[in-house]
């Protein structure tokens, strides 16, 4: 995102390409058919720059998961 208070390890950030894209999608998919996680974007209208991402994630403690989000800086204060 180019902005330090972004996390800059953003798993999505080396995504160039349409087959980057798919591959890195049919990747997320396996991971929430396993049922280890899925990663979501967060966009304000369709086409839209993207505007964060929310990820699930399970734990290694039983039934225990982990919900986090990242909003990019600039649309900080909207309510998101």
Do not use: N
Not at 10 to 32: H, I, T
Not at 34 to 40: E, K, M, T, Y
């Amino acid at each position: 995102m180019g902005d330090s208070r972004y996390p800059q390890d953003d798993s999505w950030s080396d995504v160039g390409s349409e087959d980057a894209a798919r591959s890195r999608l049919e990747s997320q998919e396996d991971r929430w058919d396993s049922g280890v996680g899925l990663h979501f974007s967060i966009e304000l209208l369709p086409g839209a720059t993207g505007a964060g991402q929310v990820s699930l994630s399970r734990e290694p403690e039983p039934d225990t998961w982990l919900i986090g989000y990242w909003i990019v800086p600039d649309k900080w204060g909207f309510g998101l």
